[in-house]
């Protein structure tokens, strides 16, 4: 009883919340995400006490043939396939629910890239060795593909964050205190 006072204060809360920042928040359809995240708790919680129920009522038990099993264990492997069926549901639509394209200020990054693309994007280690090529000789002047031309103007350079690198490779005792 407590805890169903507590969940239902919390959503209320929620709602309020809502309510308050409804227009701020308009850009990230915050509704579609709530809805989402708590029908997955929601149906959750109401289906394990609905199977409960079911062992409970005698619809679910033991049976004669089973040897290693009875009727709690086949509840709980029922709750888990049951979960399992959900949370692939609940993943393709969190692919449109929390979509990444509302973060993405680089056009080019919009258009979908076919599964081949996504693959190469995954397995390409090109940004790691340029990483390290720059970790090794401090040098943050080379191509972003691993080039040796001079980086563009897409190449963010930090100043406070080559101060910090320099800094580091002083001996401890000639860091400035706030790099220490």
């Known amino acids: 009883l407590i805890n169903s006072i507590s969940q239902g204060w919390a959503i209320y809360c929620l709602v309020l919340f809502y309510l308050a920042f409804k227009n701020d928040l308009a850009a990230t359809k915050p509704l579609y995400k709530f809805l989402t995240i708590k029908a ?3 149906l959750s919680f ?3 006490v609905f199977i409960a129920f079911l062992v409970y009522i005698g619809v679910i ?3 004669p043939r ?3 099993y009875n009727k709690e ?3 709980l492997g029922l709750q888990d396939f049951l979960v399992c069926v959900e949370m692939f549901i609940a993943s393709l639509v969190h692919h449109y629910v ?3 394209e509302m973060y993405v200020r680089d056009k080019r990054y919009k258009e979908r890239l076919t599964y081949g693309q996504q693959f190469h994007h ?3 280690v090109s940004d790691l060795r340029q990483q390290v090529v720059e970790m090794v000789t401090g040098d943050r002047t080379t191509s972003p593909k691993g080039g040796d031309k001079p ?3 897409d190449v963010r350079r930090d100043s406070k964050l080559d101060d910090v690198d320099n800094a580091m490779m002083l001996p401890p005792s000639s860091r400035p205190a706030a790099v220490v």
Do not use: E, L, R, S
Request: proline share 4%; net charge negative; no cysteine.
């Open 151 to 153: 980086a563009g103007p």
């Open 122 to 124: 995954i397995f390409d």
């Open 73 to 75: 264990n086949v509840a």
């Open 98 to 100: 929390f979509n990444f």
């Open 66 to 68: 089973w040897q290693q």
């Open 40 to 42: 997955i708790v929601f």
């Open 61 to 63: 038990q033991d049976d």
């Open 46 to 48: 109401w289906q394990a």
